[in-house]
């Protein structure tokens, strides 16, 4: 049984910075992508970075500059490094495995900016 297990999360001032992690347990193959998405209250879940088998990363407008994803493939890990955190990027974070035949989801770590 695929498991993903997300850490990382937390309440940080403006500014300061956090860095997520989701390893992935289980029997998974053909790897796609990796990445994050989140989900405000009253919002819907967006996108937030993405990294593809070859090492194509893909960012969210509102995050360029600020976040960087990247994986360890021999450990089925992605990670999130969220510097210059603003209010605004307050949300439920989730990871997304999408493998060839399926899709897995973490189970959401809050992340919370506010001084």
């Known amino acids: 049984q695929v498991q993903l297990v997300e850490s990382g999360g937390g309440l940080v001032q403006p500014g300061g910075s956090l860095r997520l992690s989701c390893a992935a347990s289980?029997?998974?193959?053909?790897?796609?992508?990796m990445g994050w998405y989140r989900q405000a209250p009253g919002k819907q879940r967006e996108l937030v970075a993405t990294?593809?088998?070859?090492?194509?990363?893909n960012y969210a407008d509102s995050v360029k500059g600020r976040f960087t994803i990247s994986r360890d493939n021999a450990k089925n890990t992605v990670y999130l490094q969220m510097n210059s955190l603003k209010p605004e990027d307050t949300a439920v974070y989730y990871c997304?495995?999408?493998?060839?035949?399926?899709?897995?989801w973490g189970q959401g770590t809050q992340v919370t900016v506010s001084s």
């Open positions: 289980g029997s998974i193959f053909n790897i796609n992508a």
């Open positions: 990294t593809l088998r070859g090492g194509r990363t």
């Open positions: 997304l495995v999408a493998a060839a035949m399926h899709n897995y």
